[in-house]
């Protein structure tokens, strides 16, 4: 069997201080017979220095384009803009399967290259479930993030934080009045971040999933003070909302935080906004007379980075010493294939296991 060589890149966006392997998980990589090299990042929430306490060599950042043909090159969001060839296999979120921008062009890079997209959005299990995903700590600091809102308490621009000063922050004021909050995709990872987060701010959440929607209660839904949604949808469904709940008079709900910020796709659970809100201006009001805010950012875990590392790379660390051709890791270079085909861009496969 090949030995297997991890490369953990820096990321690329300044914002970014997760990672997908953290220094507790490289130890035990390392401990398993994983060659696990890191780039030093100064933005990364764990020091540099705890990865070489768990015996990875440090590397400067940027410099896995010069790796060996045969290391793994692992990382969270998108690579920097060159070089024009991706000659390894790249573990990381692509976005390149849904036409997004850039998309073609990062796949040309990849066969330009003879290289490979491990996806992990579609690194997922015999029953096409993700096996690493941020949702609970989307879900948590989306429905913190409405409670402070709607508390008049947040303050921006946002920073990363740790859960310790973020639950402080949202502990009720004594005599502060509870209100009715509303958790949609309660039953999935984000919605259970968010019933967390919710209760942990002294609330007690209505919890919808598809059951409770199949048959949408458009009123029940309007006398809600606060809604986070949080479903995940892959065919069209009945919007939660439309222009015409936003000028209804007696409507209830002011504050609504939209995790999924599926802004415009056709399966949009929310077709009220057409653009996503972030750290600097992280609210907008949809609607005045009565009020409507909304908040719909959509690198909600990039906030508490720690947090949502730690379980990342608690999920991903099993899969990372199972990496080949097979399994999980197959379909996903068969996602990577099919792709490549759709646009018609048929060379370089990378075979090697
Ligand atoms: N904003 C961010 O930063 C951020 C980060 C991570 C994930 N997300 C997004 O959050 C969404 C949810 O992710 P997840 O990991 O929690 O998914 P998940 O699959 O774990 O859960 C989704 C839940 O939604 C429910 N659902 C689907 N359609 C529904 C409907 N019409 N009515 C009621 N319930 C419905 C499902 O039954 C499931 O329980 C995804 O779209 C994901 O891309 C956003």
Redesign the pocket.
């Known amino acids: 069997m090949t030995e297997l060589h991890l490369w953990l890149r820096h990321e690329t966006r300044t914002t970014e201080r997760r990672t997908p392997i953290v220094p507790s998980d490289a130890r035990r990589l390392v401990r398993d017979g994983v060659t696990l090299t890191v780039e030093d990042s100064p933005q990364r929430v764990f020091p540099t220095g705890a990865y070489e306490e768990a015996g990875c060599r440090v590397v400067e950042a940027g410099s896995w384009v010069d790796a060996p043909a045969d290391a793994v090159i692992v990382g969270l969001k998108e690579l920097p803009d060159g070089p024009e060839q991706l000659r390894h296999r790249h573990v990381f979120f692509g976005h390149a399967y849904k036409a997004q921008p850039g998309a073609e062009a990062l796949l040309r890079r990849f066969v330009a290259g003879g290289g490979a997209l491990f996806d992990l959005e579609y690194l997922v299990d015999d029953n096409g479930r993700?096996l690493a995903?941020?949702?609970y700590w989307?879900?948590y600091v989306?429905a913190a993030l409405a409670v402070l809102h709607h508390r008049g308490r947040l303050s921006a621009p946002l920073r990363p934080t740790s859960k310790e000063e973020l639950d402080a922050e949202l502990q009720p004021a004594p005599g502060e009045a509870e209100f009715a909050s509303l958790v949609?995709?309660?039953?999935?990872?984000?919605?259970r971040g968010a019933r967390v987060a919710l209760a942990e701010a002294g609330l007690d959440p209505t919890c919808?999933?598809?059951t409770?929607?199949r048959d949408l209660d458009r009123q029940a839904l309007l006398d809600h003070e606060l809604m986070v949604n949080?479903?995940?949808?892959t065919g069209p469904?009945?919007p939660f909302l439309t222009d015409k709940d936003l000028d209804d008079p007696g409507r209830r709900l002011r504050t609504v935080c939209d995790?999924?910020?599926?802004v415009g796709s056709p399966y949009n659970?929310l077709p009220v906004y057409d653009t996503v809100t972030d750290w600097t201006d992280p609210v907008r009001r949809l609607h005045e007379e009565p009020a409507l805010d909304l908040i719909a950012?959509?690198?909600?875990?990039s906030l508490l980075p720690k947090e949502a590392s730690t379980d990342f790379s608690a999920a991903l660390t099993p899969q990372l010493l199972e990496f080949g051709v097979a399994g999980a890791w197959g379909r996903d270079l068969d996602r990577y294939h099919e792709a490549c085909r759709e646009l018609d861009l048929t060379q370089g496969e990378f075979r090697d296991a």
Not at 185 to 191: C, E, F, I, K, T
Not at 230 to 233: D, I
Not at 297 to 301: A, S
């Open positions: 993700r995903a941020f949702g989307a879900g989306g949609i995709g309660a039953l999935g990872r984000s919605g919808w999933d598809l409770e929607t949080t479903v995940l949808t469904s009945t995790v999924t910020c599926d659970v950012i959509d690198n909600l875990p």
